[in-house]
Nanobody, 120 residues
Framework: QVQLVESGGGLVQAGGSLRLSCAAS????????MGWYRQAPGKQRELVAT???????NYADSVKGRFTISRDNAKKTVYLQMNSLKPEDTAVYYC??????????????WGLGTQVTVSS
């Protein structure tokens, strides 16, 4: 069973920066997509950014130019560098990993989330 553990959330003033990390325990295979999603109070969970095991990235329009996703495959860790934070970035940020296991079974794992609060 794979667990995703997020860290790095917190309280920051508008214009500040935070870096989120998500480490996967257990095997997630060599071909997968890891990403970050967020959910603000009263809103649906939305995609923030994803990155494939080959390094291809995808971003929500609202974070393009401000957030950068990266990963370290050897450490099974994905990062989200968030700069120029805005109050509307306030949400619980969730890590996600999708792919095929070593037995070629599909998986879709979620972390428990980390709170990011941006004050104005």
């Amino acid at each position: 069973q794979v667990q995703l553990v997020e860290s790095g959330g917190g309280l920051v003033q508008a214009g500040g920066s935070l870096r989120l990390s998500c480490a996967a325990s257990g095997s997630i295979g060599s071909r997968n997509v890891m990403g970050w999603y967020r959910q603000a109070p009263g809103k649906q969970r939305e995609l923030v950014a994803t990155i494939t095991s080959g390094g291809s990235t995808n971003y929500a329009d609202s974070v393009k130019g401000r957030f950068t996703i990266s990963r370290d495959n050897a450490k099974k860790t994905v990062y989200l560098q968030m700069n120029s934070l805005k109050p509307e970035d306030t949400a619980v940020y969730y890590c996600n990993a999708k792919g095929l296991s070593l037995t070629l079974s599909p998986y879709d794992y979620w972390g428990l989330g980390t709170q990011v609060t941006v004050s104005s």
